[in-house]
């Protein structure tokens, strides 16, 4: 019989992220909203989250952070993920630009500034998606760049591994 694709807990136990984070980003990867990720799927997820430019990245994480996926995103939603944000990461691994984020958001109090400076000029407590953009791009890129730089840290693969899958495969890896 025909595989559905990767299940739920399958997708979680690969791409190791805590709870609420993991069932965020398997909804996000399952487009087709079947309770399976199939194989496009999970290419297009995986690509997107590592390889494209800020235009699909940051729709992927407006679609991270819209539980309900109704088109908007909510300041509770945004200190939701992000309260479960944890960084465990090496700074010795990081580049310099990217550590003082790593540093960040360690707290509900540097938490609740991020999420003030974001709101500050909305109406009401929830965005839309050219509402998201301008946010990330002219006030406070946090809620953008945090939820990237975790999930890149958790990443399910390592270069080594990618190496190995493309003399296995006879595909040229770039170093």
Do not use: W
Request: aromatic content about 14%.
């Amino acid at each position: 019989t025909k595989s559905k694709g990767i299940n739920k807990l399958t997708f979680g136990s690969y791409y190791s992220v805590p709870g609420i984070l993991s069932d965020r980003l398997f909804s996000v990867f399952n487009t087709s909203k079947t309770g399976y990720v199939d194989v496009k799927e999970f290419i297009t997820g995986m690509k997107t989250l590592f390889c494209e430019g800020f235009d699909k990245s940051s729709r992927f994480v407006f679609d991270f952070y819209d539980f309900d996926k109704d088109g908007f995103i909510t300041r509770e939603e945004i200190r939701t993920v992000l309260s479960h944000v944890t960084l465990n990461t090496d700074l010795s691994k990081v580049s310099a630009g990217a550590q003082g984020y790593v540093e960040r958001v360690h707290s509900q109090e540097e938490l609740h500034k991020i999420l003030s400076q974001s709101f500050e000029d909305i109406q009401g407590d929830k965005i839309n998606y050219t509402q998201f953009l301008n946010i990330i791009e002219n006030k406070v890129s946090d809620i953008y760049i945090f939820i990237l730089l975790f999930l890149l840290d958790k990443k399910p693969f390592t270069k080594q591994g990618i190496a190995e899958y493309a003399k296995q495969t006879n595909i040229k890896a770039s170093p």
